[in-house]
């Protein structure tokens, strides 16, 4: 399990994006929390944040059929659905890369919890208007993940 999760950056960061150093290219933060009640605070914290939920995908049954050991693992698709509608249609690019999205996984009796940071989408849009999208995007995130991470 060890060795999976030190891949799992590697892997988020180089599927999703390669950018400059400018912007931390990942956040993450660890939750105290097992699994399923990790879970469902991100998900309260991202509809607290005024996102929708648009569907989550389980990955662990992929990685256990190729042979890994993992426990629960999950991708969580979300974003306002204004902007999933009008941002592609002025800029298919980015079509792309939303909804937007954060993965989940158990680590022993923890839970991780991280994602790109939006920012680092800069680096490949050069549209000032699409910065400040971007920018707001990590402000919520950042506050979802404190959020999800807090002590209850």
């Known amino acids: 399990m060890k060795k999976l ?9 180089a599927a999703l994006l390669s950018t400059p150093g400018f912007a931390d290219e990942l956040l993450m933060v660890r939750v105290d929390h097992p699994f399923p009640e990790a879970m469902n605070l991100l998900q309260e914290s991202i509809r607290a ?3 929708t939920v648009s ?12 042979g890994y050991t993992t426990a629960e693992y999950r991708l969580v698709f979300f974003g306002k ?40 989408l800069e680096a490949f849009f050069k549209d000032p208007s699409l910065h ?3 920018g707001r995007w ?11 991470s807090a002590n209850k």
């Open 55 to 66: 569907r989550v995908q389980r990955v662990d049954v992929g990685l256990t059929s190729s």
């Open 132 to 134: 400040g999208q971007f």
């Open 81 to 120: 659905p204004a902007e999933i509608k009008s941002l592609p249609e002025k800029h298919p690019e980015l079509a792309a890369y939303l909804p937007l999205n954060i993965v989940i996984f158990a680590e022993g009796d923890d839970t991780i919890i991280l994602t790109a940071n939006p920012l680092s």
């Open 138 to 148: 990590e402000k919520d995130i950042r506050a979802i993940l404190n959020q999800a």
């Open 5 to 13: 999760v030190s891949y799992i950056p590697v892997y988020l960061l």
């Open 49 to 51: 944040h005024g996102y």
